[in-house]
């Protein structure tokens, strides 16, 4: 069973930039991982995902050229960094974790739905 933790949120002005970890535990190399994110009053929406090799990537729309995933298996953890930080970027953001397959809709239902997630860290960003 995989155990991830999510930090490295907290407040940042527009246009800045963080760098969330997320922790992991148990079986970590064989997991394609993902990042959502969750504003109060809406649905938890996906933001990133990157598969158990590191070699491909997959960023929602809102995201593309302005947040990049990675990870590193040596360390158990996955990254992801984010720049021209906006006040709409303001969120719990949470990574996920699931031994999934097929195309990358598939992939980002199945994580969506996974029973592997981690407990949240807050981003907010000022004006």
């Known amino acids: 069973q995989v155990q991830l933790v999510e930090s490295g949120g907290g407040l940042v002005q527009a246009g800045g930039s963080l760098r969330l970890p997320c922790a992991a535990s148990g079986r970590f190399s064989s997991y394609t991982m993902g990042w959502f994110r969750q504003a109060p009053g809406k649905e938890r929406e996906f933001v990133a995902a990157?598969?158990?090799?590191?070699?491909?990537?997959y960023y929602a729309d809102s995201v593309k050229g302005r947040f990049t995933i990675s990870r590193d298996n040596a360390k158990n953890t996955v990254y992801l960094q984010i720049n021209s930080l906006k006040p709409e970027d303001t969120a719990v953001y949470y990574c996920?974790?699931?031994?999934?397959?097929?195309?990358?809709?598939?992939?980002?239902?199945?994580?969506?739905?996974?029973?592997?997630w981690g407990q949240g860290t807050q981003v907010t960003v000022s004006s």
């Open positions: 990157i598969s158990w090799s590191g070699g491909s990537t």
């Open positions: 996920a974790a699931a031994q999934v397959r097929g195309s990358w809709y598939q992939i980002v239902r199945q994580l969506k739905e996974s029973d592997y």
